[in-house]
């Protein structure tokens, strides 16, 4: 099975589980999110970790602020845009046979690394500076 194929079956696993979450999430008024305990990283170190700001950026993204979950963490709006795009892709190839070529998803992972990293340097340093 190539590796495509194996994204698109867990990417549709992922829509399923994602509407759920979104439905407890807005149920619950986003309370469920304390349950979350507060970064061991940043406890530890005082130093921001590569996800710090994650959560905030999802539940700004869930409320339709996409500025603000940007600036909590770009690599949130970054997956769920990657997201999106590799499911059409793949949809279309599948079942429209429109592509034939295979979604680049090793470009993607590397990119979505490089604005992981990107954006906690940027954060560090701005801990210092600021």
Do not use: N
Not at 85 to 106: G, N, Q
């Amino acid at each position: 099975m190539a590796i495509e194929q194996l994204f698109y079956k867990l990417g549709k696993i992922f829509l399923i589980l994602s509407v759920v979450a979104v439905v407890v999430l807005l149920i619950t008024d986003f309370k469920i999110i304390s349950w979350i305990p507060d970064c061991a990283f940043l406890s530890i170190t005082g130093l921001y970790c590569p996800g710090c700001g994650g959560t905030r950026a999802v539940k700004s993204l869930l409320r339709g602020d996409i500025i603000r979950s940007f600036m909590y963490h770009p690599f949130v709006l970054y997956c769920v845009v990657a997201y999106i795009i590799f499911m059409l892709y793949e949809f279309a190839k599948k079942h429209f046979r429109i592509f034939h070529k295979a979604f680049p998803v090793e470009m993607v992972i590397y990119i979505g690394v490089g604005v992981l990293l990107l954006q906690w340097i940027i954060k560090v340093v701005l801990q210092f500076v600021l």
